[in-house]
């Protein structure tokens, strides 16, 4: 099966400026996440949905970050403006709800903020 | 709040021997999941293995086994006849049994000495 799609793979912004992110899930996987990885730390849910509804965002920064997910399928996270504590890989997962399935990540993508 | 916590920021192993990595958490809950997952340099989280807190039996995936101690909390990873490929950042994670979503702890990274 395809995995998860994330794209672009880099990016460098200036503070201030926007930045998209974009993500495609394993097909079939109502849940999506995005999760934001400092340096040197684990991963921290931003945001999860089902379907197309979020059921978690309790650490969204939600003056700066909004994420959509339209049509329960491919997702988008944004961020504007951007600040330099941005700077972070922003991974993208999928899963099946039900069962002890762990979650499947896509590549990730690594953004710089100058 | 569930928390996960990784107390040792890196390991170092020599090729074909064998290393534990700890990781303890808190909850308060009674059943839940409990994974390991490998970062390497490719960004891309990959699932090592997964441990059903209510199965006493400790999961086993090859040449990688886990120490579950429930009433201690505690879930350590044995990589045996390490080899250079398992040279990564290795990331405990907890899962509830309602909510799909994993949290992490802040990793350690392990070395393979050839």
């Known amino acids: 099966e395809a995995g998860v799609a994330q794209s672009p793979r880099y990016k460098i912004i200036e503070k201030r400026q926007s930045v998209a992110f974009w993500c495609n899930p394993i097909s079939g996987h109502a849940t999506l996440y995005w999760y934001q990885q400092i340096l040197g730390q684990g991963p921290k849910l931003l945001i999860q949905?089902?379907?197309?509804?979020?059921?978690?965002d309790s650490q969204l920064p939600k003056d700066r970050f909004s994420a959509e997910r339209l049509k329960g399928v491919d997702s988008t996270l944004k961020i504007q403006p951007a600040k330099l504590e941005d700077s972070a890989v922003y991974l993208c997962a999928s899963s099946l709800e039900a069962g002890p399935f762990g979650l499947h990540f896509g590549n990730g993508t690594r953004l710089t903020v100058t | 709040a569930q928390t996960v916590t990784q107390s040792q920021p890196e390991m170092s192993v020599q090729e074909a021997e064998t290393v534990t990595l700890s990781c303890t958490y808190d909850t308060s809950e009674s059943d839940y999941y409990l994974f390991w997952y490998k970062q390497p340099p490719s960004r891309q989280m990959i699932l090592v293995i997964r441990q059903e807190a209510y199965k006493q039996q400790n999961a086993t995936e090859n040449r990688f086994s886990v120490n579950f101690q429930k009433a201690a909390k505690s879930f350590s990873l044995k990589i045996s006849d390490s080899q250079l490929g398992d040279a990564a950042m290795y990331f405990c994670a907890y899962r509830g049994l309602l909510n799909s979503k994993l949290t992490f702890g802040k990793g350690i990274t392990l070395s393979v000495r050839p």
């Open positions: 949905f089902q379907n197309n509804g979020v059921v978690d």
